[in-house]
């Protein structure tokens, strides 16, 4: 599958599923039964300086723009812990990652 980072309303540029690094872990806070035993916090990686295919303009609005959520390696961090259902953060995740 396809991710997009949304550059203008009508240009979208496509982050091939491969260039996404996902892990999973155990969310803090309230779970029930779940709590400390299912990981359903999600977290997405974004490597900016692996991105040949990105337009350097959008390369260069992304390092100004999200300058908190990049890190000395260079990727991107998203995560997600809003659901109990590791698939709805992973939705959750994403959509924050498009909105980039």
Do not use: C, Y
């Not at 599958?1 to 155990?26: G, K």
């Not at 490597?47 to 303009?57: F, Q, S, V």
């Amino acid at each position: 599958a396809l991710r997009s980072f949304v550059t203008t309303p009508a240009q979208r540029i496509l982050i091939p599923r491969n260039e996404l690094q996902v892990s999973h872990m155990r969310a803090s806070g309230p779970g029930g039964q779940n709590v400390n035993k299912v990981n359903t916090k999600v977290e997405i990686r974004f490597n900016i300086n692996d991105a040949a295919w990105l337009p350097p303009e959008v390369s260069q609005r992304l390092r100004d723009d999200e300058k908190g959520r990049i890190n000395k390696a260079g990727d991107i961090v998203v995560t997600s812990s809003e659901s109990r259902s590791q698939s709805t953060n992973f939705t959750i995740a994403l959509e924050k990652l498009q909105e980039r």
